[in-house]
């Protein structure tokens, strides 16, 4: 499959004489198709609702074109939940996923009235002193370790994450909640990340399902809402076939159907907290060529670095590249695209065919719209870029503005050498 650019160099171009490179570029068309088509997806099910997982992209902007389609947030941390605060989601509008929480942090999310979903048995104890009480509504997050496989692939290892409870530790949590007079239970579980299948979200339904009838039955307890949390995956290389929201949404309903309308489980309502799939594809980091170095290797230096996109540089991750203008010329140089840190993994393409790379040739960096910029850091001095939206009319906005030597030194205002460092 062809993977082309959702951006041209003459937008780009004229993008860039308002914003310099590097900055992230965003797809509002493409964002509102896709979460339209989730919800059709899941349309069958009355109580369905999308957390959208801000820890992949923290940008209020982008968020709030999700929420205009019912879309509520999963936050990990205070931060993001006073994100969620500041735009509105508040109630059952947050479910607040985190793991190894610190105690106040259960008090802030439980005062905002989002749903606190329990990594672990010993958080029973942890919410009920941070806020007096437990809350009549909440979730535990479920982990059956071992092997996870699809077919006869082996697509994670649950055993070896640290999140989630035990399947017996997760039946004591619900029988202690009952007892500290919650009313109302959920059920979260995440076993797979970045599935590029139609198969993992049906089987994982159908694993939950089949638990939470057999909770049912054993304690008396009904599971009211099913959260599927993230896994869905985007194709990063053009060889790789995109998932099809719809097939794996009749999947779903299909392990519905066979388990737990016979159970008279049917007023279940289905969660899912995606990051990658809602935002992924709909992001590109857009950098510019500026050096050029011929040694053991051909090397393209551009103006973005890991503290851009640091997927590639921690995990080896594929990233796929478009020379804008250049989308119909022969990949027939072998390049090395690297950023200017002080690490040699700080590379965004190892040994990749690309058409010849000119000084000054705009490359966009597919994919980088999840887990893109929320993962920059400030290593060597780097300053994070500018977040910009295109949107669906062709024009653009700024939606988070370049970090400045300002915003680097801004911690070091409580000594007197910050004056002379902004003086810069």
């Not at 605060?85 to 905002?112: H, Q, R, V, W």
């Not at 029988?175 to 919650?182: S, T, Y």
């Not at 000054?360 to 500018?386: E, P, R, V």
Request: hydrophobic share 35%; net charge negative.
């Amino acid at each position: 499959m062809e993977k082309l650019p959702f951006v041209s160099k003459e937008k780009v171009e004229e993008i860039a004489q308002v914003y310099p490179t590097p900055f992230h570029l965003y797809d509002e068309k493409g964002i509102r198709e896709n979460v339209s088509n989730l919800k059709k997806a899941f349309s069958w099910n009355k109580g369905f609702k999308e957390y959208f997982a801000v820890k992949a992209t923290p940008n209020p902007f982008l968020i709030n074109i999700l929420r205009e389609y019912g879309c509520g947030c999963d936050c990990s941390s205070k931060t993001e939940l006073m994100m969620a605060k500041t735009i509105g989601a508040t109630g059952d509008d947050i479910m607040f996923s985190s793991n190894d929480t610190p105690i106040e942090e259960f008090k802030y999310c439980n005062d905002l009235g989002g749903i606190i979903n329990l990594d672990d048995i010993t958080h029973i104890e942890a919410v009920e002193k941070a806020c007096g009480r437990l809350p009549e509504k909440m979730s535990c997050r479920y982990n059956p370790g071992g092997i996870f496989k699809i077919s006869n692939d082996i697509m994670d290892n649950p055993g070896d994450a640290k999140y989630g409870m035990t399947t017996e530790q997760i039946y004591k949590a619900y029988e202690i909640m009952k007892e500290k007079g919650v009313k109302e239970f959920g059920i979260h579980s995440f076993l797979c990340s970045n599935t590029v299948t139609n198969e993992y979200y049906p089987m994982l339904a159908k694993l939950l399902f089949e638990l939470i009838v057999d909770i049912k039955n054993k304690l008396g307890i009904h599971i009211s809402f099913v959260n599927l949390s993230g896994g869905i995956g985007i194709p990063y290389r053009p060889e790789q076939e995109k998932n099809d929201i719809f097939v794996i949404g009749e999947g779903v309903r299909k392990a519905y159907e066979e388990v737990l309308v016979p159970a008279g489980m049917d007023d279940v309502a289905i969660f899912t907290e995606l990051g990658r799939y809602m935002m992924g594809p709909y992001g590109g980091l857009v950098t510019k060529a500026i050096n050029e170095k011929h040694t053991h290797k051909e090397y393209v230096g551009v103006d973005a670095c890991a503290v851009n996109l640091m997927r590639p540089a921690i995990y080896g991750a594929y990233h796929h590249i478009t020379v804008l203008g250049k989308e119909n010329e022969a990949c027939d140089f072998k390049y090395d695209v690297t950023g200017s840190l002080c690490e040699n993994c700080d590379k965004f393409a190892i040994d990749r065919m690309l058409p010849k790379i000119e000084m000054g040739d705009y490359l966009f960096i597919h994919d980088a719209g999840a887990h893109g910029f929320s993962m920059g850091y400030n290593y060597n001095g780097k300053l994070k870029s500018a977040e910009i939206l295109l949107n669906e009319d062709g024009s653009f906005k700024l939606i988070r503005r370049a970090e400045t030597p300002k915003d680097y030194f801004q911690t070091f205002d409580c000594f007197d050498l910050y004056d002379e460092l902004i003086k810069e």
